[in-house]
């Protein structure tokens, strides 16, 4: 098992051929991934996902990370470190199977992600783009100390419009500096994520 960190009570790994049904599964169900512009899940087939699994990058950056309880069995959703771009930013991403909402593993991951990039990168901010209407999402990215900087409409090319919608999102940052001042995981409140 390639770990890349682990939290209380979850691990985080790079994603292998045996994630295939598990990523099938969060990104074709509509409660996932309809506030990502995929009202209907994404359009997606496994061999699709397997031949991206092999094509992933051998660093932790920019790869399916899995999500699975401390037991090493229970699935609890994907992640996503991004690299820091030119402008010293790097963006992370959470989806969580839905029976493993409101049980706070959103922000015990978003905490460990902004960590991780803090420590092993040298981004200057973590960036998210929370749909408006994902209030968990929101709360989540409050809840690590991200600041809403900015607000947009994302548009997929014409060819996707007939099985997707336009993402209106928030911009959030948390930035190195106001990461250092936040309290320990574990006194955020109770419910953070999805």
């Not at 996932?32 to 009202?39: A, I, Q, Y």
């Not at 994404?42 to 999500?67: K, M």
């Not at 090319?157 to 106001?178: C, E, F, G, I, K």
Request: hydrophobic share 35%.
């Amino acid at each position: 098992m390639d770990i890349v960190f682990t939290t209380e009570r979850l691990i985080v790994r790079k994603a292998t051929d045996a994630d295939v049904d598990l990523l099938y599964q969060l990104w074709t169900d509509p409660r996932v991934m309809v506030h990502v512009g995929f009202p209907q899940g994404l359009s997606i087939t496994r061999p699709q996902i397997a031949a991206s699994i092999q094509q992933q990058p051998e660093s932790e950056f920019d790869c399916y990370l899995i999500v699975v309880q401390k037991d090493g069995e229970t699935a609890v959703g994907e992640c996503k470190l991004g690299a820091p771009n030119p402008d010293g930013i790097s963006e992370t991403d959470i989806k969580l199977l839905p029976q493993f909402w409101r049980q706070g593993y959103g922000v015990e991951i978003k905490r460990a992600l902004v960590n991780y990039l803090f420590t092993h990168t040298d981004c200057r901010a973590v960036q998210a783009t929370p749909n408006v209407n994902n209030i968990a999402s929101i709360k989540m990215q409050e809840a690590v100390g991200g600041v809403r900087v900015g607000e947009s409409v994302f548009e997929f090319p014409a060819a996707l419009r007939d099985s997707t919608t336009p993402v209106h999102h928030y911009v959030y940052h948390v930035y190195r500096q106001l990461a250092a001042t936040q309290p320990p995981e574990g006194s955020e409140p109770p419910g953070g994520s999805y």
